[in-house]
Nanobody, 121 residues
Framework: QVQLVESGGGLVQPGGSLRLSCAVS????????MGWYRQAPGKQRELVAY???????NYADSVKGRFNISRDIAKNTVYLQMTNLKPEDTAVYFC???????????????WGRGTQVTVSS
């Protein structure tokens, strides 16, 4: 079993900041890419940012220059530092990671349950 637990969401005013965390635990042999997606009401889930095992990063155009993704390999944790938040950033944010569980030979994609981020005055 592999579990992803997200934290750090909440209500923030426009221009504010939040830091999301996603900790991966359980039967983990190795982790490949780690990323964040978001889904706003009535919209499809979209990629926000991801980071590879080699620390290469990729961001959605809408968050470039405002969001920063990082990972702590020792803690199996990925972070999303969000600054200069805008109302259009309001969404449920989901953590996603590619994990090779122990005693298996391949990687699978796992999702967290999501954390709500609301940007409003």
């Amino acid at each position: 079993q592999v579990q992803l637990v997200e934290s750090g969401g909440g209500l923030v005013q426009p221009g504010g900041s939040l830091r999301l965390s996603c900790a991966v635990s359980g039967s983990v042999f190795s982790i490949r890419s780690m990323g964040w997606y978001r889904q706003a009401p009535g919209k499809q889930r979209e990629l926000v940012a991801y980071i590879t095992s080699g620390s290469n990063t990729n961001y959605a155009d809408s968050v470039k220059g405002r969001f920063n993704i990082s990972r702590d390999i020792a803690k199996n944790t990925v972070y999303l530092q969000m600054t200069n938040l805008k109302p259009e950033d309001t969404a449920v944010y989901f953590c996603n990671t590619e994990v090779r569980p122990r005693f298996t030979s391949g990687f699978s994609s796992y999702w967290g349950r999501g954390t709500q981020v609301t940007v409003s005055s």
